[in-house]
């Protein structure tokens, strides 16, 4: 970029990188438009359609006029409806004016810094960690103060690592569970002891990103806010895209203490106004609907996960955790740093990445934009046929490093 155009752009943009997900997306699309035939395993969105009744209850919004501006902070009928999802599934009591329905709950998180963060304040992010946190917090003038843990670990980070990070200025500690992209899940106990550290400390809120709730496979998903001690100090972060395969439709939400959902929804009001009139209906009827074809979804994708990891185990140098949530994976292959083909030689995640889409022709993502850098995402939100020729590719590219 010139000098000339790095003048006119705010620091802010400068300061912000590329969605790595998205970027590598991109490069597996330009790789298919030359005709290559590329197994595109890089981006977080599930493979199956919305459910046939959600769609029919978007028509019936169409056709019955839901065409108009919405509230900013969603229709209440909605916003009635997380409730009861809430109490109903997590046994958390919210009222409609502390839920704020979003464009994703990508908004919801970005929307949230910006409503709580002040330049100088330290967030403190469990990694690995979703690829667009931390550039999140620094477009808001954060610091982000990055605790990791490794696959020996499960890639979950301690409470007594929270508690050494905490300082005057922590403002906001952020997480996923189930994680992406580790597909790690917190237990009771792991969130508990999380909840008694953040606690005692009046001006710390915690942001859980919970939108993979339904994609677990101990079958007990538990929120960090429904620990007394943090509830009034939790912002639950959902939305539809996973549950109810339903990327496109742009709707997400938070749950807050009210002063929280009331600045977010002013922002909001200055940002993009409300959500998705007709997105909005079909919201309601996923959540008041039968989980059913969630659960066949989710079945299916333990199904991958089980194979996916039995392929990638046979690959010498590659160390998988065995997640119990999303559809990811998340191998440590930094055995491969310092290796080489003759022509390329890799020195971390990002170099394997490219090599392994450049080789095998699989679009996967290097775990440095996940605050890993020995380890890269793969994506099992695919076919078991693409998933077992993927990983037959991923075998025969790493074998030609030396």
């Avoid at 030359?34 to 890089?42: E, F, M, N």
């Avoid at 677990?216 to 539809?240: L, Q």
């Avoid at 089980?306 to 998988?320: A, D, V, Y």
Wanted: some cysteine; hydrophobic content about 40%.
């Amino acid at each position: 970029m010139s000098v000339e155009i790095e003048s006119i752009l705010s620091e802010r943009v400068m300061s912000m990188t590329e969605s790595a997900t998205l970027q590598m997306a991109a490069m597996a699309r330009k790789m298919k438009e030359q005709g290559i035939d590329v197994i595109t395993l890089s981006l977080g969105e599930p493979d199956f359609d919305t459910p046939q009744h959600i769609k029919d209850a978007a028509f019936k919004a169409m056709n019955e006029g839901h065409t108009k501006y919405t509230a900013v902070a969603g229709n209440l009928d909605l916003r009635e409806a997380i409730c009861a999802k809430l109490k109903r599934e997590n046994g958390l009591e919210y009222k409609p004016n502390q839920i704020v329905v979003s464009n994703g709950a990508k908004q919801d998180i970005a929307s949230l810094c910006m409503a709580m963060i002040n330049p100088g304040d330290e967030v403190i992010i469990l990694a690995p960690y979703w690829v667009s946190y931390s550039d999140i917090v620094t477009m808001c003038g954060g610091k982000s103060v990055l605790l990791s843990a490794s696959v020996d670990e499960d890639f979950k980070v301690s409470a007594d690592k929270v508690a050494a990070a905490i300082t005057p200025k922590t403002k906001l500690v952020m997480f996923s569970s189930p994680c992406n992209p580790s597909g790690s899940v917190f237990t009771e106990t792991e969130l508990k002891a999380l909840a008694e550290v953040i606690a005692p400390h009046k001006g710390i809120y915690i942001m859980s990103d919970e939108i993979y709730e339904h994609i677990n496979y101990t079958g007990n998903h538990v929120s960090i806010a429904s620990f007394p001690e943090v509830k009034d100090k939790t912002i639950v972060i959902n939305g539809f895209s996973k549950a109810f395969a339903m990327t496109g439709w742009r709707l997400g939400y938070m749950a807050a203490p009210v002063f929280i959902a009331e600045a977010v929804t002013k922002i909001q009001g200055q940002v993009t106004s409300g959500a998705n009139s007709i997105a909005q209906k079909a919201g309601v009827a996923a959540l008041n609907s039968d989980l059913k074809p969630t659960f066949d979804m989710v079945e299916a994708f333990k199904r991958r996960r089980n194979l996916i990891i039995s392929l990638l185990e046979t690959i010498p140098g590659f160390k998988c955790n065995h997640p119990t949530g999303a559809f990811y994976l998340f191998p440590d292959i930094s055995y491969y740093f310092g290796k080489s083909d003759g022509k390329t030689t890799i020195r971390n995640s990002d170099d394997f990445a490219l090599f392994i889409l450049n080789t095998a022709h699989v679009a996967t993502v290097g775990g440095s934009a996940f605050g890993d850098d020995h380890c890269f995402r793969i994506s099992y939100a695919a076919s078991e046929a693409q998933i077992t020729e993927a990983c037959r590719r991923i075998k025969e590219a790493v074998a030609r490093l030396q």
